[in-house]
Every structure is written in structure tokens, then in C-alpha cells.
């Protein structure tokens, strides 16, 4: 069973910055994937990024140019680094890592961080 922790949520103004932390353990067959999504009552999740196991990453066209995914593969970890961000941005952030295994991709959630974004 995959572990998925968040970090680094909190209250940024508008034009600020924020880092968020991802760490998945417990991975037995390595993770195709790590990624980014934000939620807000009444709304779906929304996907922001993803990073694939060959490496690509891949963003949402609504972030794109002002958050940035990095990651440290060997130690399963990924960050979202968001810039200039905007009230819209407010949201709960959540990190999803997907296992491969049985022929299926499994995936597996955090329990999400609160970002807060101020006018």
C-alpha cells in the first residue's frame, strides 16, 4: 500500500509564492507516475501537473507558466513550486502517485494540503 503525504499548503498573498511537498512510500512495483490536482467545494478535482516515469512532465493550461513541477525521483518526492499566484488559486491541493501492477494503474491519494490565496 502506497503512502502519500502533502506539505507546504498555507496562506500566500495575491503575487506570492508557495512550495508544495509530496512524498509517496511503500511503493512494492515503482510508481508510472506523481501529480499535482486542486479542489474547491461544489467543483471536481482538477488535474495541474503530472510527471510521467520516463520523466516528462506535462501541465494544465491554466498553471502553465507559473507553477512548476520538480521532483526527486529516488526518493519518490514531488514539489509544486507556484508563482504569482492568484485568489483563484485557493483550493485544496492534493498529490496523487499511481502504481502499475496486475495490469492496472493504481492510484493512490493524499489527504491534501489548504492553500489560501488573499486579494
Request: aromatic share 10%; glycine share 12%.
Amino acid at each position: 500500500q502506497v503512502q502519500v503525504v502533502e506539505s507546504g499548503g498555507g496562506l500566500a498573498q495575491t503575487g506570492g509564492s508557495l512550495r508544495l511537498s509530496c512524498v509517496a512510500s511503500g511503493s512494492a512495483f515503482g510508481l508510472n507516475a506523481m501529480g499535482w490536482y486542486r479542489q474547491t467545494p461544489g467543483h471536481p478535482r482538477e488535474w495541474l501537473a503530472e510527471r510521467i516515469k520516463s520523466g516528462v512532465i506535462n501541465y494544465a493550461d491554466s498553471v502553465k507558466g507559473r507553477f512548476t513541477l520538480s521532483a526527486d525521483s529516488a526518493k519518490n518526492t514531488i514539489y509544486l513550486q507556484m508563482n504569482n499566484l492568484k485568489p483563484e488559486d485557493t483550493a485544496v491541493y492534493y498529490c496523487k502517485a499511481v502504481e502499475f501492477f496486475g495490469g492496472n494503474n493504481h492510484p493512490y491519494w493524499g489527504q491534501g494540503t489548504q492553500v489560501t490565496v488573499s486579494s
